[in-house]
């Protein structure tokens, strides 16, 4: 699991921050994670990770002032590129001009 480095089905803040590390602060790695794990026994399941990024707004903020310079901003678009292909409901590929046109047909 790209998430799960040691294959425990289980996740410890380590591999938590190991993950989002370089796109996120450590401590806002550590607030989520604590956030998660409800018995407080310091790993949460994949089951628990899963449910509690879909339930919570999972936010890190990243700084961007840099733009595509900076070597971390593709490295972020990539996984949201990865999540985002993975996902049930995307079934092809749409050009974004595509999108804005059928968007100026609605709005006719």
């Avoid at 425990?8 to 590390?21: C, D, N, R």
């Avoid at 840099?66 to 409901?89: C, F």
Wanted: aromatic share 12%.
């Amino acid at each position: 699991d790209l998430v799960d480095a040691d294959s425990s089905s289980t996740l410890e803040l380590e591999e938590l921050q190991a993950f989002f590390g370089k796109y996120a602060d450590a401590s806002l790695v550590k607030e989520f994670f604590e956030s998660v794990d409800d018995n407080k026994d310091g790993k949460i399941s994949l089951a628990e990770f899963k449910a509690a990024t879909w339930e919570v707004l999972t936010f890190f903020p990243v700084d961007n002032t840099k733009g595509h310079v900076d070597p971390v901003i593709p490295q972020i678009l990539s996984v949201v590129e990865q999540v985002a292909m993975n996902a049930d409901y995307i079934q092809q590929r749409v050009p974004y001009a595509w999108i804005k046109c059928l968007d100026s047909i609605k709005q006719s």
